[in-house]
């Protein structure tokens, strides 16, 4: 089960950055898989911040994404303390992050690395 969860964040990860809707040449962050309704296990989980960032400043912005309602509160209270101009800049951030990564893969391609000597890579 966790190979399988694993395999679906990886997908997630590779696919951050999707077109916008809209039919211009715009860029978005995709949504990661959904949230886990299950308090006690956000509780103890070393990527809570990050998940709650993330969540909060990308996929609450979009009308399509379901949180569920016993997350909320979670979220609310490891974001309470930054503002909307702090969600954006790291929205935008991750965005830049996102498409440079992309750049780079697709001049250099990490699907070859394995063919690369160690000192190339």
């Not at 997908?11 to 809209?22: C, G």
């Not at 697709?106 to 070859?112: L, Q």
Request: charged letters at 25%.
């Amino acid at each position: 089960e966790l190979l399988k969860i694993r395999n679906e964040l990886s997908f997630y990860l590779a696919n951050v950055v999707q077109k916008s809707d809209n039919g211009t040449k715009e860029f978005k962050l995709a949504p990661l898989p959904p949230l886990i309704a299950d308090r006690q296990a956000c509780k103890f989980c070393s990527q809570l911040r990050n998940c709650a960032l993330y969540s909060r400043s990308v996929e609450q912005q979009s009308d399509s994404f379901y949180i569920p309602n016993e997350m909320l509160p979670v979220i609310e209270s490891e974001t309470a303390h930054l503002r909307l101009s702090h969600l954006q800049y790291f929205s935008l951030w991750y965005l830049m992050l996102a498409l440079e990564a992309l750049s780079k893969e697709s001049k250099t391609g990490r699907k070859n690395i394995w063919m690369l000597s160690a000192e190339e890579r």
